[in-house]
Each structure stands twice: as C-alpha cells, then as structure tokens.
C-alpha cells in the first residue's frame, strides 16, 4: 500500500493456512504477533464485503499510537490475497469460523476486534458466540447483519439456486490507475478517495492471465445471491449476547444516509421519537393499503417509503439491545468507508473511547 511505505511502520505480509484447507493472507501492523502477551493490546481487523485488509492501511498505524501493539488485518477467503473457496459459495458463518481459526493460527486466546461493515456484522457475531476471547469490539457503519425477511426466504433461496457460476469473463483493467478510478467511483455507499481506492486496488488485483492487464482477485461468486441470510431475529439475538464493550461508529453520509432527515443525529433521542412516530404511521398506512400481508424491511432504491420506515425502525430496536454495552460515535462526514476518508477522526474516537469505556482495567483479560 501506498502508506506503508510512506510511514515507516514494522509491516509483515503473512499467509496463514486454517481449518478447513484454506489459506487467509494477513498484513500485520507492529510487532510480532507472538510476542504480544497482553491480550488488549492485541487486534484483528475485519474489512467490509468486496474489500480487502487495505481497508485499514490508514487506521492502522494511528491505533499503534492509541496502545494497540499488533494489528492483524485479514482478507476474508475470496477477498483480496486470500484462497477463493473451492466450493463457490460464501456465507457469513463461515467468515466468524474462519476468523476464529486465524487466531488460533497466531496463537491468540483472547483478542480485540475491529470490523467495517460486513466486517463489523462478523466481529459482533464473533462477540456474542465467544465472549470469553473478545475484550472489546468497534464495528464501523455496522450494527447487525442486514437481515432477510422470512415470507421472502423461499424466494430469494430459489433465485440463488438458479445463479449459474460466475467468473468466464472478467474484465480487463490497462493500469492500477484506471482500476483505482472503477473503484473510487460514487455508489449507493458513497464514493472513496484516489488516494484511498488504490491503497485497496493494490492488494485486491492480480495481473491477467494474458498479461494485458490487471483483474480483481476477489471471487466473482462473492456477487453471486447469498443462499441464506440471516433473518431479523438472529440478528438481534446476536447483538444482545454481546458482552464486551463496544465502540459503534456511524456517518451521516454513510450506509444510512437516508435514515436520518431534517438533520437529526443518527441513533438520538430526538430521531429515535421521529423513527417511532413514522413506524405507526407506515403500519396504519400499509393495512389501508395491504391488509394484513407482511412488511417487507428494505432500504434499497427499489424499496417503497414503508419498506424503509420499517427498516430504519429495527436499526432503533436494535440500537436499544446494545445500549448497555455500546458506545455510539456519530461523524459528520466520513461516507461508508470513515476509516479510509477520515482515519485521523476515526482513530481519535477509538483513543477516546479505549481511555473510558473500553478502558483495560475494565476487560476480562485472562493470561495465556
């Protein structure tokens, strides 16, 4: 990455084979992961869906300054230089399992947690299922998997089964440049940086087989329909097992963006009256209009007004079920990539948050 080279930072590229016959390429930030003996100053890093451990190459070495000793950032299998799974097919469950399996291959017990998006989602997974070796988790625009309406599982199960393998004609980028610019460009998510899309391009893309060129490495099956989600239950059933303290952090320009008009804060008080009055009203609306037929939860631009009413409503309940262990952070600006946009403002949060809330004198640290 381009960073790296510029800070000066102990750096080491290490490939990592795990349960289940796979290999996980990690970048370590600091030092020898091996040699950290205080379970709080170690970290793993988790990057978002389609993104790769460059997602962290500018946080990283400010969170060494905040009292991390060792960051461990992981591309998830089919991501960026890790092995593509030989089956094809990819779900969340099997990201916390290989999570997991790379800190038993660092020899980790006990550890810290870092996640963006997709990331945050299996760092809270991970949380819940083991509290007993996370000390402490931030989840960046992440608060819960995006979950899958049950009236519409056999639907969307039938459509992933119907998905023909993915992956015979890949295009071809000329330069790391014009790769960079594909993925600076703005989505429904925001757009990044130059300077941030090539920190990512540069581990997420591999020379063509012809030599024309260069392709993603990611796995084409990573866009393939998931075979099963998570529905709203589970996923609140995970937030609420979550025993460590956590650092939420949000942007106002990030994934919800359209959840929070009239310029009211994200996850305040204020919004959290607003997002109830409007729950009511889309209830007593869609039974005018529908009867009794189920909601569906969306916040795509395909969904209708109620289907996002509904959606923003169980980001409510489900801030509510980690108020007891959570800390929420709300930037201005940032998009859904804060960490790359924003990394000094990002890192100065965690610094603040790991002095008070997540403070080491109030872990459950236990000695190798």
Same mark, same amino acid.
């Given at each position: ?6 800070? #000066? ?27 950290? &003996? ?119 199960? %039938? ?26 460009? &703005?989505?429904?998510? #925001? ?14 893309? %591999?020379?063509? @087989? ?18 099963? %989600? ?62 009794? &037929? ?62 008070? @809330? #997540? ?8 000695? @190798?």
């Amino acid at each position: 990455g381009l960073w790296p080279k510029m800070l #000066g930072h102990i750096l080491k590229e290490r490939r990592l084979a795990i349960r289940g016959g796979i290999q996980i390429a990690v970048r370590i930030w600091g030092e020898d992961p091996k040699k950290i &003996t205080n379970p709080a100053e170690r970290w793993i890093a988790v990057h978002g869906w389609l993104d790769n451990a460059g997602s962290f190459d500018f946080l990283a070495p400010l969170l060494l300054k905040k009292g991390a000793k060792s960051i461990a950032c992981i591309d998830l299998a089919g991501h960026g230089q890790s092995d593509w799974r030989s089956t094809g097919t990819y779900h969340v469950v099997d990201n916390v399992a290989d999570v997991l399996y790379t800190a038993d291959a660092l020899e980790w017990k006990q550890f810290c947690l870092i996640g963006h998006s997709l990331g945050g989602c299996i760092s809270q997974t991970i949380a819940a299922a083991m509290p007993d070796r996370v000390l402490r988790l931030v989840a960046i625009e992440a608060i819960g998997f995006w979950a899958q309406d049950s009236h519409t599982f056999v639907k969307n199960f %039938r459509r992933s089964l119907l998905d023909k393998p993915r992956g015979g004609n890949m295009q071809i980028y000329p330069s790391l440049e014009e790769c960079a610019l594909r993925r600076s460009a &703005t989505t429904s998510l #925001g757009s990044l940086s130059k300077e941030a899309a090539m920190t990512m391009v540069e581990r997420g893309t %591999r020379k063509s @087989d012809c030599d024309l060129g260069y392709i993603w490495s990611s796995d084409p099956n990573l866009l393939a329909p998931s075979r099963h %989600r998570v529905d709203e239950i589970v996923a609140r059933s995970i937030l609420s097992h979550i025993e460590c303290p956590q650092l939420i952090v949000v942007c106002r320009d990030g994934i919800w963006k359209d959840a929070a008009p009239f310029g009211l804060r994200l996850f305040s008080i204020p919004w959290g009256f607003m997002v109830c009055a409007a729950n009511l009203a889309a209830r007593i609306a869609h039974v005018f209009t529908r009867g009794l &037929t189920p909601i569906s939860a969306e916040i795509s631009k395909e969904a209708g007004v109620i289907g996002k009413i509904r959606f923003v409503y169980m980001m409510l309940f489900r801030r509510w079920l980690v108020c007891r262990t959570t800390k929420f952070v709300h930037l201005e600006q940032g998009g859904h990539h804060p960490q790359l946009m924003r990394p000094e403002q990002v890192a100065e949060c965690i610094g603040e948050w790991l002095e008070t @809330d #997540g403070a080491e004198n109030k872990l459950k640290v236990k000695t @190798d």
